[in-house]
């Protein structure tokens, strides 16, 4: 289980979160309604991820995170 936690300032405009895999599948997308995001480990086969954040379709920040 993994925990994001978005700045303020992201509730206050319209922001999406995408998830996307090694490859560049996008495998999630939401838009960003509250402070923290609980995402599960076992929604995702092992492997290597990114999370992005985008407003105006343009990325913010881009993290990334591994399941085992």
């Given at each position: 289980e993994?925990?994001?936690?978005?700045?303020?300032?992201?509730?206050?405009?319209?922001y999406?979160?995408m998830?996307t895999?090694?490859?560049?599948?996008?495998?999630?997308?939401?838009?960003?309604?509250?402070?923290?995001?609980?995402i599960l480990?076992?929604e995702?086969?092992?492997g290597?991820?990114?999370?992005?954040?985008?407003?105006?379709?343009?990325f913010?920040?881009t993290?990334k995170?591994?399941v085992?």
């Amino acid at each position: 289980e993994a925990m994001i936690v978005a700045e303020d300032g992201l509730l206050k405009d319209h922001y999406v979160m995408m998830i996307t895999d090694a490859s560049g599948k996008v495998i999630k997308k939401f838009n960003v309604q509250q402070l923290q995001t609980r995402i599960l480990a076992d929604e995702f086969a092992p492997g290597i991820y990114f999370c992005s954040i985008m407003k105006n379709n343009r990325f913010v920040r881009t993290e990334k995170f591994i399941v085992y």
